[in-house]
């Protein structure tokens, strides 16, 4: 599949809204565009990624395909969109038992494309060979689907800012085009591969989360000096992620000016004590993810994280590894800092603590909980939160 490249232009004055890795969670992307009150006069980019990890990925995407048909809707091609499509265009009499090794896999996850598109037609693919048989139903029955994820764009360009789901391998765009399509939608690290760029790119697929190793942080960052703007909350890959909505309020506006808001599905509390933040912390996630076991507990297990030479107790439900080898992810030391009344969302209860998120950042609060009258599950930034934080990364 090569890459398509789509130019456009956008009217000076008209609102610019950019979210990514929806990840088969339609029910928070209408939450969110319900709260940013998403109209006409607005110009939508949707960076691909719509579907597995959550519960909803045929919901996404065929919600998505619908936003589509609007004039004002771009969406784009994300690597797992399109894993999928050729996983199932491909599969054959030699790969079937990989294929169905891997669908094994992904039932991890709370749903795949796969089984639910079977479970609408009323089959189960419980075998190689059933997937295999499956194969042509499944194409011609959601062909619609299938063809929509086939038509969408790798990247966009307007005066301003490109919009990719990875990242670009280099800054002329005629050369990307003669690149392999998975080098722009699946860029791991984007922000830190030292590129820089003369507008602003914008792109998803690589959490948030992993760009920082001390601080677990999901809201966008912005980096100024490469002109890179990371939006992945990490929705869909750990409790605490959420589904992050750019919002530029036009073209030609300054970097300052844009900020952002998310959702999870997250129940909030109230804080009844206040705590001050830990001095230092590590962030274990997917890029520094190996520990060695010292101890091994049922609720806490002690590790020596093998990164930062740190060692913590980690909730034992966060570690996993095969063959002797030990990783945990989505885990962090960090002592938030709490005042009385801020709102937190519960990610995790432990007879320690509560592990938890603040206005994006994640960590340990140990003091008091008080249940919320009132449940907002969208967080707007604000001052003492900003929309996206600047880094050089």
């Not at 029910?27 to 319900?34: C, E, F, P, T, V």
């Not at 966009?156 to 800012?161: G, K, L, P």
């Not at 001050?276 to 091994?296: D, K």
Request: proline letters at 3%.
């Amino acid at each position: 599949m090569k890459i398509r490249i789509k130019k456009m232009e956008i009217p000076k004055g008209r609102r610019i809204l950019v979210t990514s890795d929806i990840h088969g969670n339609a029910s928070l992307l209408k939450r969110l565009l319900k709260e940013a009150e998403f109209s006409g006069e607005d110009m939508l980019f949707i960076l691909g990624d719509l579907i597995e990890k959550g519960p909803e990925s045929l919901a996404a995407l065929r919600y998505v395909s619908g936003l589509s048909g609007m004039e004002n809707v771009q969406v784009l091609i994300g690597n797992v969109d399109l894993w999928r499509l050729q996983l199932l265009e491909g599969l054959n009499e030699e790969n079937c038992q990989s294929f169905y090794d891997f669908l094994s896999q992904m039932r991890w996850w709370e749903s795949n494309i796969f089984d639910e598109m079977a479970g609408e037609l009323g089959i189960s693919l419980d075998s190689p060979q059933k997937a295999l048989s499956c194969k042509e139903l499944l194409l011609e029955s959601f062909r619609t689907e299938l063809d929509f994820i086939r038509s969408l764009p790798a990247v966009v360009e307007t005066s301003n800012y490109i919009f990719v789901h990875g990242g670009l391998p280099c800054r002329n765009l005629e050369e990307v085009k003669n690149k392999e399509i998975y080098e722009v939608l699946k860029f791991d690290g984007f922000a830190d591969s030292g590129l820089s760029f003369q507008k602003y790119v914008v792109a998803g697929h690589w959490p948030v989360a992993i760009y920082n190793d001390n601080i677990c942080q999901t809201n966008p960052l912005i980096n100024r000096s490469q002109h890179i703007i990371s939006i992945d909350g990490g929705c869909g890959l750990h409790e605490y992620g959420q589904l992050n909505l750019l919002i530029i309020p036009e073209i030609d506006c300054e970097i300052d000016r844009i900020t952002h808001i998310a959702c999870d599905g997250l129940e909030r509390f109230e804080a009844v004590t206040s705590q001050e933040a830990s001095a230092a912390s590590v962030n274990i996630h997917y890029g520094n993810r190996r520990v060695r076991i010292l101890e091994e507990g049922d609720e806490f297990t002690c590790v020596e994280h093998s990164a930062s030479g740190r060692r913590l107790r980690v909730p034992t439900s966060h570690i996993y590894g095969r063959d002797g080898e030990w990783a945990s992810a989505g885990y962090t030391d960090y002592l938030l800092p709490v005042k009385t009344g801020d709102t937190l969302a519960l990610v995790e209860q432990t007879s320690e603590g509560y592990f938890v998120k603040k206005g994006g950042v994640c960590g340990w609060y140990l003091g008091e909980l008080r249940k919320k009258k009132s449940v907002l599950t969208v967080q707007r930034a604000n001052g003492e939160n900003p929309a996206c934080k600047d880094t050089d990364m």
